[in-house]
């Protein structure tokens, strides 16, 4: 069985764009300069962002995407996980990188790295999912650090960044084995070894997704979720997206009435629960009948 060429397409320009961010972006960047210049590259590239680009600084973990009024920068001492993700048709690439300028955090940035291509040598050889899980915690142990216990790599379908199946970042037990064509995202989160090691939801809501599309009667809502679901279908997206014609708030207010009315869901962002800093690297892979192909 083959995989769609998309998913290759969207790859290649994940991967193309990772060195891209290494020279272009950094120290005195801000967050919502790093987002805009990244989902531009992508759709410059020939792809379209498969969710909004997330930016972790420090102990923010995932989920984290600067709205239009996000005046933060990058500091020095700053650890920054750059999550993006490409589709081609809807065919999704997911990567992630770390970026610092603090030398203190560069183990940290090292181990993580080393943690991922542990679990990329195990899937090589063994679709056992609690293996690769496995082999991502002894990697960050070895190293003196520590997963985060509750983010998961996952499997992605067309239109669906996190599908069927999790692959977590530490042994767990009676698991779906990965099977041939299925494609899939490994993506360990490491910090300090005398950190919690899981993450806690924030008050900060900045990505959305539709779930269904279903009228509601309201022409105002009706018309948004058309917006959404002919840009998006099901993938995430930002508000920053979408923020065109409507006055101030008005856009996050039809949000939550969406969300109440569970036709749209959110993702707050993810903090480390004892606020210590976290690293991630992340790449899309697939298993062909030659092997583990990483597409990122
Ligand atoms: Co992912």
Known sequence: MQIPEQYFKAGKVARELRGWIRQNLGVGTGLLEVAEKVEAEIVRRGGQPAFPTGIGVNDVTAHYAPQ??????????????????????????????????????????????????????????????????????????????????????????????????????????????????????????LTLGDAAGYVVESEQENIFSVVVRKRTGNKELDDLVDRVWTARKTLPFSPRWFAQGYKEGRLMALLKELEKRRLVHSYPALVEASGKPVAQFEHTMTIEDGGLVVLT
Do not use: C, W
Request: net charge neutral.
């Open 68 to 189: 239009k009024d996000d005046g933060v920068k990058i500091r020095e001492s700053d650890v920054v996980k750059i999550d993006y993700g490409v589709h081609v048709d809807g065919y999704v690439a997911d990567t992630s990188l770390t970026i610092t300028s603090n030398p203190s955090y560069q183990p940290l940035l090292e181990a993580t790295e080393r943690a991922l291509q542990a679990a990329i040598g195990v899937a090589k050889r063994d679709r056992r999912i609690g293996e690769i899980g496995r082999a991502i915690q002894a990697s960050a142990k070895a190293d003196g650090f520590k997963p985060i216990s509750n983010l998961s790599g996952h499997t992605v379908e067309q239109y669906v960044v996190h599908a069927g199946k999790s692959i977590p970042n530490l042994y767990s037990p009676g698991l779906p084995m990965l099977n041939k064509g299925d494609v899939f995202a490994i993506e360990p989160f």
